[in-house]
């Protein structure tokens, strides 16, 4: 305030008076500024499907497995978790935003993304999806851009997941890394994503079932009940709160571009036919697990020369 009053208004104070004026003038925020703590903003949402958060994790990114993301902001349910070759791809993150709208039935109030360009198609698709409604929220307000520091939800509970799951995989691949056996090539990543793709999917799909059945206590930085994710996103009148969604007719999601896009899960449709051709021909079965994962791409690594 001091270099305020001199820079702007040419006024020379002393600093003892302006400190003095302060604390008559806003003794609460001088209160505040002193004790130099840090104040969280409350999280409010008003019923299940009112803000989905999307977003991409890159943690495996390094070992060429991309992993997309979204959670409801209300329950807290998450409502895919798919890992693949990239989550760069607009046309990729618009898939699976299109699959799980067609296994709800509902468009949600709001979406809210980063800037990335990935989102946008997603984004164009939730905006002409919501453009015939009618609430405060319709047509181009119900998407919403931010930065990935202010998407707290799905950000938040990436901490979660590297806790819980993806630090096995992170320690997993260094060790294959730090042992020779993994060089960052992009033939090293499609080999990688062959073997243990299926085998990451089904971690994570294990992972939200237990998450979106176990129960979250009340948190004190946000208005939304505590309780099971699933219970809070599929009966949110017992909490007190309504379906904030809108129903979507099949006939609406038809008239949607065709975003569909074809992706080997390795990354790569040659080296994904090799790699099936190499299958094949030494009678190798898929693996089930981490360890017959590594088994495998140690013996693809071998038969390929990589």
Not at 78 to 104: D, H, M, S
Not at 161 to 181: I, N, P, T, V
Not at 215 to 228: E, K, M, W, Y
Request: proline share 4%; net charge positive.
């Amino acid at each position: 305030m001091w270099q305020v009053l001199k820079q702007k208004y040419s006024l020379r104070v002393k600093r003892d008076d302006v400190m003095k004026l302060l604390r008559e003038l806003n003794p609460r925020g001088c209160e505040r500024r002193s004790r130099r703590r840090f104040t969280r903003r409350t999280y409010h949402s008003m019923g299940p499907n009112y803000m989905w958060h999307a977003d991409g994790y890159d943690k495996l990114k390094p070992f060429g497995v991309a992993l997309s993301g979204c959670i409801d902001g209300f329950s807290r349910k998450v409502l895919w978790l798919e890992c693949g070759p990239t989550n760069n791809n607009p046309r990729v993150i618009a898939q699976y935003f299109l699959k799980c709208v067609r296994n709800l039935g509902v468009i949600p109030m709001r979406l809210r993304t980063d800037c990335g360009t990935e989102n946008g198609i997603m984004a164009a698709i939730q905006c002409t999806l919501r453009h015939h409604h009618h609430d405060y929220h319709s047509g181009a307000s119900s998407h919403m851009y931010g930065t990935s520091m202010t998407n707290q939800r799905i950000e938040a509970w990436w901490s979660i997941l590297r806790k819980g799951r993806s630090q096995f995989w992170m320690e997993l691949f260094a060790d294959l890394r730090d042992a020779g056996y993994f060089n960052g090539s992009h033939e090293h990543q499609c080999l990688l994503r062959f073997c243990f793709i299926d085998v990451i999917q089904k971690d994570l799909d294990e992972c939200v079932r237990l998450w979106n059945s176990h129960r979250i206590r009340p948190s004190r930085t946000a208005s939304c009940p505590g309780g099971v994710p699933n219970e809070l996103y599929y009966l949110p009148h017992r909490f007190g709160s309504r379906d904030c969604g809108f129903e979507i007719e099949q006939a609406e999601l038809d008239a949607v571009p065709e975003t569909n896009l074809s992706i080997a899960p390795c990354g790569d449709q040659n080296m994904q036919e090799y790699l099936d051709f190499a299958m094949e021909r030494n009678d190798l079965q898929k693996p089930e697990n981490w360890e017959t994962a590594s088994e495998l791409y140690m013996k693809l690594k071998e038969y390929a020369q990589l």
